[in-house]
Structure formats: C-alpha cells, structure tokens
C-alpha cells in the first residue's frame, strides 16, 4: 500500500468510525473550531486532570479530511500532558504547512505522518490544521478558533 492508499484507507476508517466522537460530561474546557472557506465547525472538549488531558472529544459538522483528522488528533492526544500535546500541534500544523520534515529524528508526529500529503493540497490544509488549532485554543482557555482572520490563535491566516 502506497502512501497515498493508506492516507485514503485512514480518511475513511476514521470517517466511518470517528474515535472520541461526542461529548464529555464534565469538560474542563471547551472551544469551537470554524473553518469558513470549506465550512468545517466543529466542537472540542477538554478534560484536564492537572496538566494531563485525560478526556477529550469532539462533535460538529466537517468534510472527511476534517472529522479524520479530529478523530486522529484525539486518539494521539488523550493520556498526554499539554505540553507533549502543544508539542504535537506545533509538529502538525509544520508537516502540513510543510515547515518541518516529519521524519525529523524526535519528531512526534507518528501515524499522524498519513497526513503529511495534504501540503500539497492547499485548500485541504486549513479542514486538516482545524482541530489541532481548535485544541491549542481549548488548552490555552480560548473560546474560539478560526482559520481566519484576529481570531486564529496560530497565524496562518491568508
Ligand atoms: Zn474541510
């Protein structure tokens, strides 16, 4: 299976079965993710337990590159301190940017490197950085990220 095969294989597994899909009873914090050039809105809730996210999930309306990015993002995020789940946005949002070469040494991407084709898809970038904008907004007690405009916490906008 080439890598191409296996980005497709893993958009439709984790769109037929989102992982972490829903809400929490009792989230610690919550934000709202907009991606209004695809039309991506999505919710994340946080359960932090100190600094370590010991639940999280998330809910919305979003295209498949979306909703399987949000499902990975979980999944690798859940059990982690903040700072390795900082750690793992500033290493996402790089290899779709294409800032960082993902098979740098100590790079903490792992499988999240199925996505690592989407930088030559400029329109998908902003669905697949959605979520790990929307979580580094929710751990940085910010209601709100966008793609867009003032009110994206990371500077891609445009
Ligand atoms: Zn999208």
């Known amino acids: 299976m080439d890598s191409k095969q296996l980005y497709q294989e893993v958009i439709l597994d984790h769109n ?4 972490n899909y829903g809400r929490l009873e009792h989230p610690t914090q919550s934000s709202e993710g907009l991606n209004p050039l695809c039309g991506d809105h999505i919710w994340l809730h946080v359960h932090l337990d100190g600094d370590r996210i010991d639940g999280i999930a998330f809910e919305g309306q979003s295209c498949a590159i979306c909703k399987a990015s949000a499902s990975m993002m979980t999944a690798a995020v859940k059990g982690k ?9 500033d290493a ?9 070469d993902p098979a740098t040494p100590g790079n903490p991407i792992g499988r999240l490197a199925v996505f690592a084709g989407v930088k030559d898809l400029p329109s998908r970038v902003k669905c697949a950085v959605l979520p790990w904008h929307t979580l580094h907004a929710a751990l940085d007690a910010q209601a709100v990220a966008s793609t867009e405009g ?3 916490p990371m500077g891609t906008a445009g």
Do not use: H, I, N, Y
């Open 16 to 19: 037929r079965k989102p992982r």
């Open 81 to 89: 301190s903040v700072a390795e789940a900082e750690a793992l946005v």
């Open 92 to 100: 996402f949002r790089g290899m779709v940017t294409g800032t960082v």
């Open 150 to 152: 003032d009110q994206d």
